[in-house]
């Protein structure tokens, strides 16, 4: 537990199970379909000079590329707001001025007759820019020198690269970027050299050479000051991390981003493939708002260096809506995407969860080996809290692999492409086990190296590593109606026949998703001569199963470990509550421990509740400093 007061703050707040109630719903929005390309990039060459006081840019783009159809007469790329001077074909013979034509967010090029499929070209376009979207401008003001960045999620480059702008293609990249002085310029892939003009700039020539898609582009300018970490051994190379922040801020981003090295080292042996880029940078520009995971160069709000002091939070510390995540947290997201999102990447947005899901899975995998296992199984259950409230409160319910959306931001739901996303790909590795789970992550990875992906890449890999079909697992989770299962236990001690009547069953049928699951569920029984854990399978309506027991139960866990997203309701007595407090694992724990907390405050346990609340905070509290006990509510030790 890494807030000191959170859990028990947690413990005070709505019930963990509700019965589902109609009027959920899809997402209104028009279906899409993966965009068609007209040709294939190869590289994308920049000369632009960017003026931060008049926050504009100039200069020009070379693209080459290569057409993927025999009637292709016009080229058609994103621009909103550059204004095109001049468009140029580059040839053996010179350059020849090809003709344009630009309409709202359009930029239409007459292509010379007889373009054959595959062959190459090369097209210069002269523009400027004074962007309102993609490259956004900080004005100086005060002690605080002037800065641009650029942010690209959500097809945002139309505002200042006229260019293809969807996730279905990659280039190579080569940035010639000139800047007044004392300015500097940080950008993807390798710094080849830093020139200076007479005019007194500076032209800082960065190269990209491994393919990325257009929203992977990097590029800040600002008065940053490096501050190196130690290289991440990866395989037989090191790869040189460094951290570029404000002068000032050298030791929170030193203490900040301290464990990105561990980080690199971690995924490139958990994943099975090794960490793929030249460099990894880091950077804090001013007014930036969230984070990104542009290749090799990462921008990260600035306050994740707000505190020195532990782990902190993107918001308030203490704040249980969304989306809680710790600075470490992000950091650890971001560093995952290079694996999911930037070294593969989805097709299309209605394939989004490959990025994200697979993010915020990264990322809790990290707490669970940096932290503990008791770290990773707090963050699962938190984030399907999250989840299911969300659905309560919401309506809305969705699959994870969903293209009926209006807008690119309605597929970055936070509940779903992040936590429940996370939360299914935790499910599939429990039930695969980890050695199928993840030699399945690299077969998948070391596949589809540098290329778009959709969901059933995934699901071969994941059959090919494991020997199983999972058509049953994707049909319910990944492509099918969204939602989750809503379940009713109950059991009968029989102590005649030596067996617990287990009944199951799926309570869902007002929603939508009515569909029903197939559950693998562990079962999980303890009596006072030991602890057994069955396994179930409800594929139906419901399940009624006879579990054997060599004795009275003392306590009946159903879904063990709480692996399933599943909203689980179990009617218990008091005693059997305390009893899963005292005895049971983490999971069931806190389960119990909010219910307990439902009690009114002149009930008999209250005083009991208390004290289990108590023990669970300390059970939590190892990673805190030595005053955390001073955020206890008093009273809570009475």
């Not at 890494?2 to 019965?19: D, E």
Request: hydrophobic share 40%; glycine share 8%; aromatic share 10%.
């Amino acid at each position: 537990m890494r807030c000191p007061g959170l859990l028990f703050l947690l413990l005070l707040s709505a019930p963990t199970w509700a019965r589902p109630v109609p009027g959920h719903h899809l997402p209104e929005g028009a279906e899409q379909s993966v965009r068609e390309r007209e040709v294939d990039i190869g590289r994308l060459e920049a000369d632009l000079h960017i003026d931060l006081k008049r926050q504009r840019l100039s200069g020009s783009i070379t693209v080459t590329l290569s057409a993927l159809r025999s009637d292709l007469h016009t080229v058609h790329f994103d621009a909103a707001d550059p204004v095109v001077s001049k468009v140029e074909l580059l040839g053996r013979s010179g350059a020849e001025k090809l003709s344009f034509d630009k309409k709202s967010r359009l930029l239409a090029i007459t292509l010379p007759p007889g373009i054959e499929p595959g062959q190459e070209l090369k097209i210069r376009i002269h523009y400027s820019a004074q962007p309102d979207s993609g490259l956004y401008f900080f004005a100086q003001t005060g002690n605080e020198s002037a800065e641009a960045w650029n942010y690209g999620e959500g097809g945002r480059h139309y505002g200042w690269l006229p260019l293809y702008n969807d996730t279905n293609d990659r280039f190579s990249v080569d940035f010639r970027i000139s800047v007044a002085k004392p300015y500097r310029v940080l950008a993807n892939g390798t710094l080849i050299e830093t020139l200076e003009n007479p005019d007194g700039s500076r032209t800082f020539h960065w190269v990209q050479e491994q393919p990325i898609p257009n929203y992977l582009l990097a590029l800040d300018v600002g008065e940053f000051v490096a501050v190196p970490l130690r290289s991440a051994t990866v395989g037989a190379r090191k790869v040189p991390l460094t951290v570029w922040t404000h002068r000032g801020d050298e030791a929170s981003a030193a203490f900040s981003f301290g464990a990105t090295p561990a980080m690199v080292e971690f995924f490139s042996s958990r994943f099975g493939y090794d960490y793929a880029w030249d460099k990894y940078d880091q950077v804090t520009p001013r007014n930036f708002s969230s984070a990104m995971e542009t290749t090799t160069m990462v921008g990260f709000a600035p306050y994740s260096l707000s505190y020195q002091g532990g782990p902190q939070d993107n918001g308030p510390e203490l704040n249980l809506a969304f989306p809680g995540w710790t600075t470490e947290d992000t950091i650890a997201h971001e560093l995952a995407h290079h694996w999911f999102g930037d070294l593969l990447t989805c097709r299309s947005l209605a394939s989004l969860w490959l990025n994200e899901s697979f993010a915020t899975f990264a990322h809790t995998v990290w707490n669970g080996h940096a932290h503990g296992e008791d770290d990773l199984t707090y963050q699962r259950w938190r984030y399907l809290n999250h989840y299911l409230d969300f659905v309560r409160e919401s309506g809305v319910v969705r699959p994870l692999e969903y293209s009926g959306f209006d807008v690119s931001d309605d597929m970055y739901t936070t509940e779903i492409t992040y936590f429940k996303g996370a939360l299914v790909l935790h499910m599939l590795r429990r039930i695969l086990g980890d050695a199928n789970f993840y030699p399945a992550i690299s077969m998948y990875l070391n596949r589809h190296q540098f290329a778009e992906v959709e969901s059933r890449d995934f699901q071969r890999a994941l059959e090919d590593a494991s020997g199983r079909n999972l058509d049953w697992f994707f049909n319910d989770w990944i492509r099918g109606g969204g939602g989750y299962p809503a379940l009713q236990v109950s059991w009968l001690w029989v102590p005649e026949r030596n067996a617990v009547d287990l009944t199951l069953e799926q309570v869902q049928a007002e929603l939508p998703f009515e569909n029903l699951f197939d559950l693998p569920i562990e079962v999980e029984i303890r009596t006072a001569g030991g602890s057994r854990t069955h396994r179930v399978r409800l594929n139906k309506k419901s399940l009624s199963v006879a579990l054997p027991v060599d004795g009275k139960p003392l306590m009946v866990t159903v879904d063990k470990g709480n692996w399933l997203v599943a909203d689980i309701h179990q009617e218990e007595t008091l005693q059997e509550l305390v009893y899963k407090l005292e005895h049971g694992d983490l999971a069931s724990a806190l389960l119990r421990a909010r219910q307990l907390a439902m009690d009114q405050a002149g009930n008999p346990a209250a005083r009991l509740r208390n004290r289990h609340r108590l023990r669970l905070y300390r059970a939590q509290a190892p990673r805190q400093s030595s005053d955390a006990w001073g955020h206890v509510p008093a009273g809570v030790l009475a």
